[in-house]
């Protein structure tokens, strides 16, 4: 079974630019989750998406958006970015709460390595 | 509110050692789950293992077992005798099952070095 699939690997931008990133989840895996991972801050939360639909969300501004389409699949954009949006940003999947197996373990994808310059 | 604590930043162990990671967290819902990952210098997370609040058990996979304790909330990772590959980040996480509202959040992690 294929992992969890995220494009692009790496980017470069600069400031207030905007940025998409693409995660294709583990199939059969209805749940995409979405995080930000700086030295500083660690891992933090962005959200998380079920059938087309944002459950939760983190502490970020509006500028982090995302949205997941019919087949589960997962984008997420920052727009007007800042130097400190600099990060790995890491999409995980899992299998849907109320399944047979639901320890809600996440399985993560490479990430995508953004730099604003 | 949902809170997961790794006081330790860094720790060393000599190969084939055991050694403890601790974690502490804190939430007020009665059903949660608590997971360990590991990330090595390549960048995947990697799932270890994990700890459902009403298991009466101490989880184990392989040489990796969780020490729950849940009066204490803290659920320290053990890893018996440790190995150069086991080098890594390592990240304890939480999701609340009835108020997280489907999110897990992670502590800051602690580096592992293991020393041959």
């Known amino acids: 079974k294929a992992g969890v699939t995220q494009t692009p690997r790496y980017l470069i931008k600069t400031r207030g630019q905007q940025v998409t990133l693409s995660c294709s989840p583990i199939?059969?895996?209805?749940?995409v989750s979405w995080y930000q991972q700086t030295p500083g801050q660690g891992l933090q939360f962005l959200f998380e998406?079920?059938?087309?639909?944002?459950?939760n969300k983190g502490n970020f501004p509006g500028r982090f958006s995302g949205r997941q389409f019919s087949n589960s699949r997962s984008e997420m954009n920052v727009s007007t970015l800042e130097l400190g949006d600099s990060a790995l940003y890491l999409c995980?999947?899992?299998?849907?709460?109320?399944?047979?197996?639901?320890?809600?373990?996440?399985?993560f994808g490479e990430g995508s390595r953004l730099t604003v310059l | 509110a949902q809170k997961i604590t790794q006081t330790q930043p860094g720790m060393f162990v000599q190969e084939k050692e055991a050694v403890t990671l601790d974690c502490t967290y804190d939430?007020?819902?009665?059903?949660?789950?608590l997971f360990w990952y590991k990330q090595p210098s390549s960048g995947e997370m990697i799932f270890l293992i994990y700890?459902?609040?009403?298991?009466?058990q101490n989880a184990t996979e392989g040489r990796y077992s969780l020490n729950f304790q849940k009066a204490r909330k803290s659920a320290n990772l053990v890893i018996s005798a440790s190995q150069l590959g086991d080098s890594a980040m390592y990240f304890c996480?939480?999701?609340?099952?009835?108020?997280?509202?489907?999110?897990?959040?992670f502590g800051a992690g602690t580096r592992l070095f293991v020393k041959a």
């Open positions: 700890q459902g609040s009403y298991d009466q």
């Open positions: 199939s059969g895996h209805r749940s």
């Open positions: 998406y079920f059938s087309e639909t944002q459950r």
């Open positions: 939430t007020s819902d009665p059903s949660y789950g």
């Open positions: 995980a999947s899992s299998l849907a709460f109320g399944t047979s197996e639901q320890t809600g373990e996440l399985f």
């Open positions: 996480a939480m999701r609340e099952v009835n108020t997280g509202g489907f999110k897990t959040i």
